[in-house]
Structure formats: C-alpha cells, structure tokens
C-alpha cells in the first residue's frame, strides 16, 4: 500500500495540505481498547459465575453484585463512548478539512475521564472492604444502588468535566471546517456529544448524594429532596437507562457507519436525504421510549403506551440508516469475500436491524408479560450493544489504526478471526439467552405449582451456551486490541521513515 494512501495526507477546498497527526484520536482509541478487553473480562467472569458460584469464592471484589454493575457501566464507558470519541477524533478534521482543535485538551479530557471510570469502577467494586460498612453506603464514593445509575457522584462530576472538554474540541474543530457542508457523519457526532451531555447530566444529577450528605452531616430530613423519589425516580432512572442506548451508543456507532462503511468500500453513500430524515427521527423519538423498561410497573398506563407507540416510531430512523447503509453497499457485495472491515459494518448493520425490531415488539404489553425480568432482556441489550455498536467499533478501529500510525494493519489473518469469534460468539450468546428468556418466562407463569428454584436449574444449559459464546466475544476483543498495537509498534515502512525525517 502507497505510503500516501496509509497516511491520509488530505487537501481541503482552499488548497492546504494536511498532514493528521492523530494523536488524540490514538490516545482514546488506545485506552478504549484496553478497556473493553478489561470489562469485557469482567462480563465473562459474571457469565462464568453462573454457572460456577465456586469461582473466586473467597475474593469479595469479584462477588455478581459487584462485577455486574462494573461490567454493564465499564463496557458502556471505558469503551464504546471512548471509542466513539476516538473515531470523532480522526474523521472530523478530515471531514472538515482543518486540523483538530486542540490536541492537548482531548488528551487531558482523557486522563480526567480514564480517572473518572477507574474511580467508578472501584468504588462498585470496594476492593478494601469485604463487608458492608455503613461508608459503603456513601453514594457519593461506592454507588447509586440504580441500574446505570450506579457510577458514584464522585465519578460523574469528573467524567462530565472531560465529557465537556471533548465537547469544545470538537465543537471548535466543526467551527474552523474549511467546507460549507457538514457531512452526515459529522451531524451524527454532533448529535451524540450533545445528547450524551445532556442524558449524562440529567441521568447522573446528583441530588441523591447531596441528600445523603444532608441527612447524614445535619440530620436534615425535611422536604424538598434535592435528589429524585418515588416513580419520578424510576422514570428518570429509565429514561437515563433506554437513553445511554437509544441516545449515546446507537448516534455514536451509526455516525461510525456513515464514515467508515462508505470508505471501506470505496462507494459514495446512497442517499444524503434518507440519512437526514433518520438524524432528525432519531433525536425526536428516541428520548420518549424509556418508559417501555416499565411497561406494567409503577408509572401511569397511558405513559407506559406512550412508549409503546414511540418504540414503534423508531422504524423510520432505522430503516432510513439500514437502507442507507445496504443501497451504499450495491454492487460491492463481492468485497465480503476479503474485506473484513466491510464484514463488521454489514454484520453489525444486520444486527440493528435484527434488535431495534425486536426492541419495538417486546415494548408490547403481552409480550412484556412473558419477558420481563427474564435472560431474554439481557440477549437483546447485548444484541445492541456488541452485535452493533461494538461490531461497528472493531471495523473502524481496524479501518483507522492503519491511516493513524501510516504503516499497513499487523495481520488480516488476525482480523479475519476476531471477525468470525466476534460474530459467532455474539450470535451464540443471543440465540441462547432469547431462547433461555422466553422459557424462563412461560416456567414462572406456572407459579405457585413450580417451585421458582427448578425454573433457576432449567436455566444452566443456557448459561453455559452463554459463556461459550462469550469467551469466543472476548477472544475478539484481545485479537483486535492485539492487532492495533501491533500495528502501532511495528515498524514504519521505508518511505515514511524517510518523510518523517525530511
Ligand atoms: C463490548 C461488549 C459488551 C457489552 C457492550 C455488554 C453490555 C452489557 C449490558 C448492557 C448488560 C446489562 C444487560 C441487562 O441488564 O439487560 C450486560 C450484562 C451482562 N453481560 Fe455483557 N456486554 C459485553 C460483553 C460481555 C461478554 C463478553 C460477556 C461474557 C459472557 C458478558 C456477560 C454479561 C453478563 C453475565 C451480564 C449480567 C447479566 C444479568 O444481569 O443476568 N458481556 N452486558
């Protein structure tokens, strides 16, 4: 490969040449994918625990209730926002024709945001405490106790500081573009810090910890609460919880798409019109489907059909980016053969077709009845979150580590095979648990006469399928990791060395 071709030397509209020297971009990526082998191990071990209660009996650090929340949060926030803010990193300077804005300042942004997921992480897993002490309690430094609203208050002050760091980067980098048009996969990152700034505060307000505070220090038990109560809380809790997918992963990994998959190929997108249409339905309906996680809980019924219809609204953005994504990929079917970045992106383009349907379905109340609580919800959060946004992520990152550090990807070989470990692990896990989900749920439909402990055994074949599968995704996330850093430490072809010198 011409030297020329890996370093993507670019040239915008009022004839500079520039030379992206990506090292913001490399910085996230390369913490990015340290996390997601670190937490996606995390999710192995729960995987494994299940099916072995013995393992790691004795280490109170590793217990579920702890290793859960840190993977689910980890995965989320060590790696595919990360990730996300890597791939903004390297394609906006190029889409805008201008350097990036700010090298240094994303850099430090990710020293206070790595800072904020380490604080987080250990503060879930309280390594120095094996009991329960009253500080342990302290949602200020151990956890929230809500799902995705674990992190601890600490954590999302530092992690909102770096958050908006990231945000002035790119906002200034978009201001200094040397072209008029802004290129949907900018729109799309756009779209994702905004949303993830606002979801993350509104999510993470820390009224909680400050009421907590109150009571503890000044014994003040008076009203008002500065944080949420009641079904207030459940519904912001869930509004955060369906927003960190519907809001921040899925505008983060289909901006990838839009950059990534029309590169890989070497083809123009299909039509700037549909994916226009799907940004904006995506924004407008998204932020109105959290309630569905509470179809037949404790919010008013015609909220809980609200987000029934709105999670059937979401058709239209997702048809306007899978037919995006499939008419940008006529004719080049034949690259399916060897190109294995356009492997992830169409996989991964089948797979949110595959879980943003059967998301809208299982927002129906009678198939909630028979779902809920059950293993089937985790198939389709992973279905999102690795059949989609990570298997995106993995094609970009070995689209862009080539172009970041000029010299040619480590091994395709590699590629190939974190490719298929990746996809047939993932297909492993999902299959197994949807199939585990919609038994489990017609067993407790026959409570009282089925003790709740025989629908527990009938559930262990399932948990071993899922542990094969997910030992196969994890092998993915080393060979990936494995093959960036490779490439980046190998040595730089002749003709590089020699400009470099020059
Ligand atoms: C980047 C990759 C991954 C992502 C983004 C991810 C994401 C998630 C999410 C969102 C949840 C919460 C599910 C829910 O509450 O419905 C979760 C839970 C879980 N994940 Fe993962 N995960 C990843 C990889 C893995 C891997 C490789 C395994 C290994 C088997 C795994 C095992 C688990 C387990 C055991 C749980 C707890 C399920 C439960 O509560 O019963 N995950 N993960």
């Given at each position: 490969m011409?030297?020329?071709q ?6 915008n ?34 995987a ?14 590793l217990?579920w ?9 980890g ?14 990193h ?7 024709g ?12 990710l ?7 380490i604080v987080a992480t250990l503060g879930?897993?309280?390594?120095w ?11 200020w ?8 609203e ?8 530092i992690i ?5 760091m ?5 906002f ?10 802004i290129?949907?996969a ?10 993830t700034?606002?979801?993350y ?9 400050i ?9 003040w ?6 944080g ?7 519904n ?10 519907g ?17 890989s190929?070497n ?11 799907g940004f ?13 996680h ?7 019924y ?6 029934t219809v709105?999670?059937f609204?979401?058709?239209?953005p997702?048809?306007a980016?899978v037919?995006?994504f499939?008419?940008?990929s006529?004719g080049?079917w ?10 992830f992106?169409i996989?991964?383009?089948?797979m ?17 009845a ?6 089937y919800?985790?198939?389709h ?15 970009a990152a070995?689209?862009?580590?080539p172009?970041?550090?000029k010299r040619?990807?480590y091994?395709?070989?590699i590629?190939?095979?974190?490719f ?5 692990g ?10 585990a989900?919609?038994y ?5 439909m026959?409570?009282p006469?089925?003790p ?12 071993h399928?899922?542990a094969?599968?997910g ?14 850093y490779k490439t ?7 003709e590089?060395?020699?400009a470099?010198?020059a």
């Open positions: 011409a030297v020329q890996i370093a993507q030397i670019s040239s509209p009022v004839g500079e040449r520039i030379d992206h020297d990506d090292d913001a971009a490399k910085w996230w990526m390369t913490v990015a994918l340290f996390n997601v082998v670190v937490f996606g191990t995390f999710g192995l071990i729960a494994v625990k299940m099916v072995m209660p013995g393992l790691f009996a004795g280490v109170s650090w217990a209730p702890r290793i859960r929340p840190a993977h689910v949060n995965v989320v926030f060590g790696w595919l926002v990360p990730m996300s803010i890597a791939m903004f390297y394609f906006i300077p190029r889409l805008s201008a350097k990036l804005y700010g090298t240094r300042i994303s850099q430090i942004a020293c206070i945001w790595e800072t904020g997921v879930l897993l309280n390594p405490g094996g009991e329960l002490q009253a500080g342990s309690l302290n949602p430094w151990m956890t929230k106790g809500k799902e995705w674990d992190y601890n208050a600490i954590s999302n002050i909102t500081v770096a958050l908006l990231v945000d002035y980067v790119i200034r980098t978009i201001a200094q573009r040397r072209y008029r048009q290129y949907v900018t729109w799309y990152a756009v779209g994702t810090l905004l949303w700034s606002l979801v505060v509104v999510g993470n307000w820390p009224g909680q910890a009421d907590w505070t109150l009571h503890t220090y000044f014994g038990d008076a009203l008002p609460h500065f949420f109560t009641g079904s207030n809380d459940a912001v809790n869930w509004f955060y919880g369906h927003s960190i997918v809001l921040v992963a899925t505008p983060g990994g289909i901006a990838l798409a839009y950059y990534f998959l029309p590169k190929i083809a123009p997108l299909y039509s700037h019109k549909l994916s226009i249409i904006w339905t995506l924004g407008a309906i998204y932020f109105w489907v959290g309630a569905h509470m179809i037949y809980g404790p919010i008013p015609w909220l809980q059909t609200v987000a709105f999670s609204l979401l058709f239209i997702v048809a980016a037919i995006n499939l008419g940008t006529r080049e034949h690259q399916l053969r060897n190109n294995v970045v356009f492997k992106f996989a991964g383009t089948v949110y077709f595959l879980v943003s349907t059967q998301g809208s379905f299982e927002a129906l109340r009678p198939v909630q028979i779902v809920h609580f059950t293993d919800t985790v198939g959060a992973h279905l999102a979150l690795f059949g989609f946004a990570t298997m995106f992520a993995f094609g070995l689209y862009a580590a172009r970041m550090w040619p990807l091994s395709e070989g590629a190939e095979w974190s298929w470990l990746a996809f047939i993932i297909t492993i896990y999902v299959v197994s648990l949807t199939a989900g919609i489990q749920g017609k067993l407790w026959d409570y006469h089925l709740f402990i025989e629908t527990v055994v009938a559930m262990v074949p399932f948990w399928a899922r094969g599968g030992a196969m995704m994890v092998a993915s996330m080393v060979l990936v990791a494995f093959n960036v980046a430490t190998s040595p730089a072809p002749a590089t060395r020699v470099a010198k």
